[in-house]
Nanobody
Framework: QVQLVESGGGLVQAGGSLRLSCVAS????????MGWYRQAPGNERELVAA???????KYGDFVKGRFTIFRDNAKSMVVLQMNSLKPEDTAAYYC??????????????WGQGTQVTVSS
C-alpha cells in the first residue's frame, strides 16, 4: 500500500519560513491532485494548497501570496514553501493525493501529518 511521507514541520518565529515536503513511498501510475491541508485543534481540516500534474494550483484564501506549492511528478513529490508565517498558521499539516492505479482505481490518501508551530 502506498504511503505519503511528510517532512519539514517544526517551530518557527512569526515572519519566518518553513518548507514542507511530501513524497509517495513508491512509484504510482498516476497522481492528479497533490496538496496540503491543515487542521488546528477545534477546527475543521482546510485546504492550504494543491496542484495538479500539469501545474494548475489552488490556495486557501488565508494564504494571500505567502505560500507556494510546487511538484516534481517524476519523484511523486510535492513541496509547500511557507513564508511570512503567522501564529494563526499553527496547525498539523497533512499531505493529500488523488491517485489512480489500474489495479485499484482512484483513491485519496493522506500522510500522517507534520506539526507546524509559529510563535509570536
Amino acid at each position: 500500500q502506498v504511503q505519503l511521507v511528510e517532512s519539514g514541520g517544526g517551530l518557527v518565529q512569526a515572519g519566518g519560513s518553513l518548507r514542507l515536503s511530501c513524497v509517495a513511498s513508491r512509484m504510482i501510475f498516476s497522481i492528479h491532485w497533490m496538496g496540503w491541508y491543515r487542521q488546528a485543534p477545534g477546527n475543521e481540516r482546510e485546504l492550504v494548497a494543491a496542484i495538479t500534474s500539469d501545474g494548475s494550483s489552488k490556495y486557501g484564501d488565508f494564504v494571500k501570496g505567502r505560500f507556494t506549492i510546487f511538484r516534481d511528478n517524476a519523484k511523486s513529490m510535492v513541496v509547500l514553501q511557507m513564508n511570512s508565517l503567522k501564529p494563526e498558521d499553527t496547525a498539523a499539516y497533512y499531505c493529500n493525493a488523488e491517485l489512480y492505479e489500474p489495479t485499484t482505481g482512484r483513491a485519496f490518501i493522506w500522510g500522517q501529518g507534520t506539526q507546524v508551530t509559529v510563535s509570536s
